[in-house]
C-alpha cells in the first residue's frame, strides 16, 4: 500500500529553488484523536505558529477550524478530549509555569499569559475557559471536567453555569487523572519528590484513599472495566542516575481495590535487562484490555515490545516479538486489539500494526517508503493516523474502505518536488560502532566539492527518520536540512548513541553524556564520513543541532576545530556538572565536566553562533552565558541571537524563521566560496 500517493508530485530532475518560508509553511499536525462515538477526528493544526483545532467527521471527512485563532502568539494547544457525545472538544490552550511560577510570554504580551482549560462546541459556538489549569479529564457522564491547578484537583461544569472549584485538598502533587468508569470517582497520582501515591477521591463520600502506599514511586493508574480496581505502576524510588542504566530495582504492575485500598503485585519485572521502566507514547502505559489482560510494555530481550498479562497475575506473554522498538501505543475501542508504530522491518521509518491483547500474529496496517505514527480507531472502525513521507510533511489521514485518505493537503506553495529524497547511510565511529544516518546531497553544481554540515538531533532519546519526523522540533529541523541541501551543502543527519530505535545497549550505550561523553566518538566519525567524501570539502564541514545536539556541536568545536570549521549551538548543554546541578566535590561532578565542551575550551578554535531563549525550562540559559564569556576571553569568533522570554522549543514561528535565517547566513558567511548564493533567498 502506498501511503500518500494522492499528495505526490512529478519530481524534476533538478532540484527547484524555495524560500525558507516555503519549507517551514506546513501545517503540522498533532494531538490526534478519534471521537468515541461518530467516526470524527480531531487534531491540532499548527501553521505558521497560528495553532487551531480542525475536526473531520463522515461521510467527507472535510476539515474544519473549531476554534477561532489568527496569530502566531506562541500559545500552544494541547491534551485533546471528546466528551463522551461527541459534540465538544476540551483542551489546554498555554504552556506550563517555570520554576518561579511563570508562564512563557514570548510574544512579550504586557498583559501577561496563562495556562488554562477550555471547552470548544463542535456546531459552532466561541471556545469557553473552564479555569487555569491542564491535564483535563472529562467524566464519562460528559457533564464535568477535572484538572490540575498548581498540583491541585479542580473541577468546572461543562456548561460553565458555574466557576471551577478545587475539588479536593491533598500533599503532592496530582497528575494523570482518571475517572472510574461510571464517573463517581476519580483517580490520580500524587507525586512526593522521593516517593509517589495513588489515589482514589469520591465525589460522593467525600473520601480520599490511597491505594496499597509505600516507600516506593506509583503511578499511571488504570481504572478496571467494572470500576472496582485501578492498576498502577510501582518503581523504586532509585536515586538519579547520570548515565546509562541498563538495569536496576526491577518495576512491577500492582492492581489495587478500590474499596479497601490493599493491593497485591501481580508482575513484576526480571532482573536485568527490561528491568528499569522503558516507557511508550500512550494515553497510560498500562491499558486494561479485553478478557480482563493488561498490556503494557518491557525491554526483556533489549527491545521496547509490547506484553500482556491476566489481571489477577501470572507470565508476561509477548505480542510484538522481534529487533525493533514499538512507539505509539492505543488500546482499540473494543479493547481486544493494540494498534502501535513501530520500525520493524523498515529501522529508519515508522508504520502502523495490530496485535491482539491475548497473543497472535501481528498483522501490517502500513507499508512503504512513508512513515506512519498516532494510530487511532474511530468509533465506527476507521484508522486514523498522521502520516508523512520524505517530501510531503506531516497530516492527518483516515483509512476507510482500504484506502488511506489525506485530511489536510499541504500548503499550495510548499515545494514538495523541489526536496531532496534523503539517502540512508552506514558509516563507523571513532570507536567503531555502527551508525545510521541520513544524508541529503545538493543539486548538481559545477564545484566539484561542497561545503558540508553534520546535524546533530537533540534528546538525546530520538531517532531522526527518512521523512519528515513526527515531532514538530525535528519537522523544523528536516526542513532545515533541505533548505541547506538546497543551498549547496552536503548534509548528514547522524543517529548517534544514546539515540533510540536501535535497542537498549545503543540507547543506554557505555560512558554517554555526563558520564564520559562518548557520543563524541560519533562526532569524529561523522566527520570524517563526510572528508572522505569525493564529493565533500574536507575544509568546509560545520555542524549544528540543538539541545543534546548544541552540547555535541559545542564538543565537535572544543575538541575538533581542525576537522570541523564553524558551527550552529541552539541551546546547547556546555557544561554537565552545573547544568545537572551536581555537588562540585562529587567524583561523578569531575567525570561530567570533562565530558562537556567547557573542559576542552582551550582547544576552540572554530567560529559558532549561539541560540539561545532565556526562558528555557530544558537546558539552563547560564549554559550559553557562561561558554560565550569564555569564548570572548579566548577571542574566539562568536555571534549570538537571544530571544527574551522564549522556551527550548520555540513557540513562536517567527523565531524559527529568524533562528534557521540566522544559521543559513552564518554558514553562508563562513564558507564564502560555498553557498554564498543562497539560492531562492530565506
Known amino acids: 500500500m502506498r501511503i500518500c500517493g494522492i499528495l505526490l508530485l512529478a519530481v524534476p530532475a533538478l532540484a527547484r529553488s524555495f524560500t525558507l518560508e516555503q519549507v517551514t509553511g506546513f501545517s503540522f499536525p498533532d494531538c490526534l484523536t478519534a471521537a468515541p462515538a461518530g467516526g470524527a477526528v480531531a487534531w491540532v493544526e499548527n501553521r505558521r505558529g497560528v495553532r487551531n483545532i480542525k ?32 459534540r465538544a472538544i476540551v483542551y489546554v490552550r498555554g504552556q506550563g509555569a517555570n520554576r518561579g511560577g511563570e508562564y512563557p510570554n514570548p510574544r512579550l504580551d504586557p498583559d501577561g499569559v496563562e495556562q488554562s482549560v477550555w471547552v470548544v462546541p463542535l456546531d459552532a459556538g466561541a471556545p469557553r475557559r ?5 491535564g483535563p479529564a472529562v467524566s464519562p457522564g460528559g457533564g464535568r471536567v477535572a484538572f490540575v491547578h498548581k498540583g491541585q484537583v479542580w473541577t468546572a461544569l461543562l456548561d460553565g453555569r458555574e466557576a471551577a472549584v478545587q475539588l479536593f485538598r491533598a500533599r503532592g502533587r496530582a497528575s494523570a487523572l482518571r475517572w472510574s468508569p461510571d464517573g463517581s470517582k476519580l483517580a490520580f497520582a500524587s507525586d512526593r519528590d522521593d516517593h509517589g501515591f495513588v489515589g482514589v477521591y469520591d465525589l460522593a463520600a467525600r473520601t480520599l484513599l490511597y491505594l496499597d502506599p509505600s516507600t516506593d514511586q506509583d503511578s499511571a493508574p488504570q481504572w478496571s472495566p467494572d470500576g472496582r480496581r485501578v492498576a498502577f505502576l510501582r518503581r523504586a524510588a532509585s536515586p538519579r542516575v547520570f548515565g546509562p542504566q541498563r538495569a536496576g530495582t526491577p518495576w512491577s504492575i500492582r492492581v489495587a481495590d478500590v474499596s479497601t485500598g490493599r493491593g497485591r503485585e501481580i508482575w513484576r519485572a526480571a532482573e536485568g535487562p527490561g528491568s528499569v521502566f522503558r516507557e511508550v507514547t500512550a494515553v497510560n502505559p498500562i491499558l486494561w484490555a479485553e478478557g480482563d489482560r493488561l498490556v503494557f510494555p518491557w525491554e526483556r530481550d533489549g527491545w521496547t515490545h509490547l506484553y500482556s498479562v491476566p489481571a489477577g497475575g501470572g507470565d508476561a506473554l509477548l505480542l510484538t516479538p522481534g529487533e525493533f522498538e514499538v512507539e505509539d501505543v492505543a488500546l482499540a475501542p473494543a479493547g481486544r486489539e493494540v494498534l502501535y508504530s513501530s520500525n520493524q522491518e523498515d529501522a529508519d521509518r515508522r508504520h502502523l500494526w495490530k496485535v491482539a491483547a491475548a497473543g497472535g500474529k501481528p498483522a501490517r496496517l502500513t507499508a512503504g517508503q512513508g512513515i506512519e505514527w498516532s494510530p487511532a480507531m474511530t468509533g465506527d472502525g476507521k484508522l ?37 529524497t534523503p539517502q540512508a547511510v552506514i558509516f563507523s565511529s571513532a570507536d567503531g560502532i555502527t551508525l545510521h544516518g541520513q544524508l541529503f546531497l545538493p543539486p548538481p553544481s559545477s564545484a566539484r566539492r561542497a561545503p558540508a554540515l553534520v546535524f546533530f538531533h537533540g534528546g538525546s532519546r530520538r531517532q531522526m527518520l527518512l521523512g519528515w519526523h513526527p515531532m514538530y522540533y525535528y519537522h523544523n529541523a528536516y526542513a532545515m536540512n533541505q533548505y541547506l541541501a538546497s543551498q549547496g551543502y552536503v548534509v548528514l543527519s547522524v543517529n548517534y548513541r544514546s539515540g533510540i530505535g536501535y535497542g537498549l545497549n545503543f540507547r543506554e550505550a557505555t560512558d554517554f553524556g555526563p558520564a564520559g561523553g562518548s557520543e563524541y566518538n560519533d562526532v569524529q566519525g561523522a566527520g570524517i564520513y563526510l572528508r572522505g567524501r569525493a564529493d565533500v570539502d574536507p575544509a568546509r564541514i560545520g555542524a549544528w543541532g540543538g539541545s543534546y545536539g548544541g552540547y555535541l556541536t559545542a564538543m565537535a568545536l572544543a575538541r575538533a576545530s581542525d576537522l570541523f570549521a564553524a558551527g550552529v549551538d541552539f541551546h546547547g548543554v556546555h557544561d554537565w556538572s552545573t547544568e545537572l546541578r551536581m555537588n562540585p566535590q562529587d567524583p561523578a561532578a569531575k567525570v561530567a565536566f570533562q565530558s562537556s565542551p567547557m573542559a576542552w575550551v582551550e582547544g576552540w578554535r572554530s567560529p559558532v553562533l549561539l ?46 524563521l529568524e533562528a534557521y535565517r540566522a544559521a543559513a547566513r552564518f554558514f553562508a558567511e563562513t564558507f564564502p566560496s560555498g553557498a554564498q548564493t543562497m539560492r531562492g533567498g530565506a
Open 130 to 134: 473552564l479555569g487555569e489549569g491542564d
Open 384 to 420: 486514523a493516523y498522521l502520516a508523512s513521507d520524505a517530501r510531503i510533511p506531516a497530516h492527518p489521514t483516515i483509512r476507510a474502505g482500504g484506502e488511506p485518505r489525506a485530511l489536510d493537503p499541504v500548503p499550495e506553495d510548499f515545494p514538495a518536488s523541489s526536496l531532496v
Open 611 to 656: 541560540i539561545h531563549g532565556d526562558d528555557d525550562r530544558n537546558v539552563q540559559f547560564n549554559q550559553t552565558v557562561v561558554l560565550a564569556e569564555a569564548l570572548r576571553r579566548r577571542k574566539v569568533k562568536f555571534e549570538e541571537l537571544i530571544f527574551p522570554d522564549e522556551i527550548h522549543d520555540f513557540l513562536l514561528y517567527a523565531h524559527w
Open 55 to 86: 475536526v473531520a467527521e463522515p461521510p467527507d471527512y472535510r476539515p474544519r477550524r473549531v476554534t477561532p485563532y489568527t496569530e502566531d502568539d506562541g500559545q500552544e494547544l494541547l491534551d485533546l478530549r471528546w466528551t463522551p457525545d461527541a
